[in-house]
């Protein structure tokens, strides 16, 4: 299946009996000295599973011949028995919900999940660029916390699809949300992270904003390189939910 799918997984979901689990994640598991810290790792692997179960078109039963392991910056990297798969990947974890997108076409990219609450101005005066601050400032009050949320939102899915995560300052991404029509409640922001250009798709799911970051220059290389169909697929939004297993959003993932 093409384009970007995006899994939701509560935790909840997540078995009580870990043979789910490789080897080397059980070892990884046993190293948690925090109870939450345990949960939300549980949580993504279950959930980064799932959606890779659904993209590679395998049974519930293979779900042991999968493993995410970790690169040294904590970026996931998926493996198919023993063998690194060439996948991208992102996931997120927060308030016992969980986020995960994957792509055959697409390998940088970021995802986050993020609970929309009210933030002290000064959050946004030491994380956000001049720009994002004003937008804030001219927000609908009632507007308000969800663009905070997305650009903060925004950042972070830029930064894991940067794979630098801590070591980038979240003033060196600027996101501008855009009016662009996009259908099933995505919208669309642009980012720029230094001389890369983003596109995030980002949209409210209840209490949660979810986003999707991917790099622009990767989607046109899978434009020019795709036949018309894959070209079709690959510029929209795949949605794979419980509820809804595989209906189609119709997200255009660049302006061209
Ligand atoms: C990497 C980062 C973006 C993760 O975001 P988070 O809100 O802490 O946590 P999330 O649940 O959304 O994401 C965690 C997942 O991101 C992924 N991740 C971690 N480091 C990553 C990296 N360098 N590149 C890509 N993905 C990464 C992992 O899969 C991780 O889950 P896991 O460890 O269970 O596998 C974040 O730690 C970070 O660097 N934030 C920078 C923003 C900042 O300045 N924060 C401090 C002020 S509040």
New binding site residues.
């Given amino acids: 299946m093409s384009g970007i799918q995006y899994t939701l997984r509560e935790w909840n979901e997540v078995p009580a009996e870990l043979d789910w689990l490789s080897r080397n994640e059980r070892t990884r598991l046993n190293q948690f000295r925090f109870e939450k ?1 345990r949960r ?2 549980l ?3 279950w959930t ?1 599973k799932q959606a890779l179960l659904h993209l590679e078109g395998m049974p519930a039963s293979d779900i042991g011949r999968l493993e ?1 392991a ?2 040294v ?4 990297r998926p493996f198919l028995d023993g063998v690194r798969l060439d996948t991208g990947l ?5 308030h016992a919900r ?2 995960c997108v994957v792509s055959h076409e697409v390998r940088e990219l ?5 609970l929309v609450e009210a933030r002290r101005p000064s ?1 946004v005066e ?2 956000f660029t001049g720009a994002e601050l004003g937008l804030v400032e001219a927000a609908d009050p009632e507007f308000r916390d969800t663009l905070v949320t997305m650009i903060w939102s925004a ?3 830029t ?12 003033r060196s991404i600027e996101v501008t949300p855009t009016e662009e029509p996009v259908s099933a409640g995505w919208f669309v922001a642009d980012v720029v992270a230094g001389t890369q250009s983003f596109r995030c798709f980002w949209r409210r799911d209840g209490q949660f904003v979810l986003s999707v970051s991917a790099t622009t220059s990767a989607m046109s290389r899978t434009r020019t390189a795709s036949s018309s169909l894959a070209t079709r697929t690959a510029s929209s939004i795949m949605i794979m939910q419980k509820e809804q297993p595989t209906a189609m959003v119709s997200a255009p993932v660049s302006r061209a």
Avoid: N
């Fill in positions: 810290r939300d790792w949580l993504g692997r980064a995410i970790s690169t910056a904590g970026a996931p992102s996931l997120s974890h927060s969980a986020l970021g995802c986050d999940l993020e959050f030491t994380f950042k972070e899915s930064l894991k699809a940067l794979g630098t995560g801590l070591k980038a300052d979240t």
